[in-house]
């Protein structure tokens, strides 16, 4: 038996430590009882909390995530689960008309406590609408944050901060990386800062900034580029909303050559927000233009063809040159 | 059965459409009398007074409107009875749904009628105490405020608590997804809801045969597996009467029920709509003599139950208080923008926080 967990054994730990704290936490969504989910996330947890806090629901995301908001009203915490990324889209007009508003409704006086749990992205070779990566539209939201882990001991901290946070939260998880390694956890998560980024690799040449999965692939570029004699930097951005203003701009300052790596669509992504920010704010530092690489303006390609629309380590590897060379 | 290519002008007002509605006001006269009195007179003159608050504010709505004082007002002229019915028919811990055309029965919970005339002026002061006043922001987005009801409702059973929520909207908010996703949801898990749905025949131009093949929205309640009920929307004791039937059923764990409110819509959507464009104007005058105020204060004095100076004393009160209230609008203060960005999150990011909204690139020098 390896030591340790996996992501997706984490995200289920620090589900069953919040419903453990918080009597009024309860768990919404699509097989996520008996059947523990279809990624296994809550598997054991019906069994051990009960049908009326671990809840399957019937096929209804807007359904679901609309009756999660009344939930809150009435002072429960919900924790929705979708069941694939873009089964989320049906749930959006409850999401941006709604759960964003609420606090906002209220003058500030009561927001609503839930956080929305969507398996992103792609890299598992699954039919179509399995693999999007839907962030963009809930960072551009007005009223939501939105993070995404990228290992097993974030993904348990951030879900612990997530359901403890006070405003709705889209936790997006990179499902490809859900079974990918193992760590040590500890027997209880902390929860974590919801919206800093983090330094995951030291480097002062080229920084690589990227979140979820993506995380991964900017370390193994930068691993090859280090073969090279390159210093880089890995910054893991984890939370999409509010970005880490901080920690972006004294990449910047301090490496001068950025690159950022997501698998959404390169139009209006996170990227572009990024290279925004770092032009308005600290263009005298930047010593190469922020390069993007990024997933296709398309539908996500059958997955025939989806290791060529991914952002592969050889792309990043690439393009980090390009930003070194410049 | 109807014919449904049938113009809905062509359809007679009344006994028709109300088939299968229960009533009060539609009793014969003997025991018309008899229910109201079994009401009892504070109830009955209550649910009086109720109708005349709303009535009086909307007018006022349509004059401030008018003013300019408040910008685009979705009138509910004739809608009053199945409002004012249903809020005194549930408990004040009971959580109410309301939509833009139900946007002051906050005002019967208690909530000074200044507050959404304020909204209406673009006020962020006139979003109510949700809390407080256990009724949810006025939704605009049509049907979905339906599962919001549903979670709240089956939110606090799971809790062990006695509430239930009730949920407003129309007949054409019917042929939106979220209305089903609620029904059904409701259903499944037993939820304590109620789905009033106001059938007043229009959704803006969209007449009811545009809307559903169903001749009675209560029907499409068997698809779901709960009961639907129709009743007399312009009559304020039958509608009270089968809201309390559903809350009680939801209390005793019999979980939602769908009631159709039958009605027809005697006004305007709202201030910036023109009927005469897709309908007959006649036929709004022909249902005129449906109107719920005048018909409640017949059958009142019919009963021995008030007087007409009574009724009238009831009605002149209610215009005074939101005469006053639209009188308190103007120079009501108005929160900085920085403000209300400060109000979004509980945690304000720094995307939102005031060193950076002064930046020349967000807002105007103040």
Known sequence: MPAGVTMVEAVGRALGQVLDDDPRAILLGEDI??????????????????????????????????????????????????QFDAFVYPAFEQ????????????????GLPMVIRIPYGGGTKAPELHSDSPETLFSHTPGLRVVAPSDPLSAGEMLVAAAACGDPVIYMEPKRLYRRGRAEIP???QPSSLDRAQVVRPGADVAILAHGAMVEVALEAAERLADEGASVRVVDMRSLYPLDRETLLRTAREVGRVVVVHEAPRHSGVAA?????????????????????????????????????????????????????? | MRDLGAESEDLAPGAELMEGASTVLGLPDHRRREALSDLGRPLALGLFAAMARLRAFDERAVILQRQGVIGTYPTYFGEEAIQAGSVLALKDHDWLFPTYRQNSVVVLRGCPPEVPLLLWRGNPAGWHDVHRLHTAPVCVPVATNYPHAVGAAWGSRLLGEETVALAYGGDGSTSEGDFHEACNLAAVVGAPAIFLVTNNQWAISTPLRLQTRVERIADKASAYGMPGVRVDGFDVFACHLAVREAAARARRGDGPTLVEAVGYRLGPHGTADEPSLYRDPESARRWGPWEPLGRAAAALVDAGLASPEELGELRADAAAEMRQAGDRLQGFPLPSLEDVASRVYRETPWTLRRERLREPTYLEEG
């Not at chain 1, 359904?63 to 939930?71: L, P, S």
């Not at chain 1, 996500?300 to 991914?310: G, I, K, N, Y």
């Open chain 1, 33 to 82: 009882g008996v059947n523990g989910g279809v990624f296994r996330a809550t598997a054991g947890l019906q069994a051990r909390f009960g049908p009326d806090r671990v809840v399957d629901t019937p096929l209804s995301e807007a359904g679901f995530v609309g009756a999660a908001i009344g939930m809150c009203l009435v002072g429960l915490r919900p924790i929705v689960e979708i």
């Open chain 1, 95 to 110: 999401l941006a008309s709604h759960a964003g508003r609420f606090r906002w409704r209220t003058n500030g006086a009561y």
């Open chain 1, 187 to 189: 027997d209880r998560f």
């Open chain 1, 273 to 326: 927000e990024v290279a925004a920010i770092l032009q308005e704010e600290v263009a005298d530092h930047l010593l190469a233009p922020v390069l993007r690489v990024t997933g296709m303006d398309m539908p996500f390609p059958l997955f025939q063809l989806e290791d060529q629309a991914l952002p592969s380590v050889s792309r990043v590897v690439r393009t980090a040159r390009a930003a070194l060379e410049y």
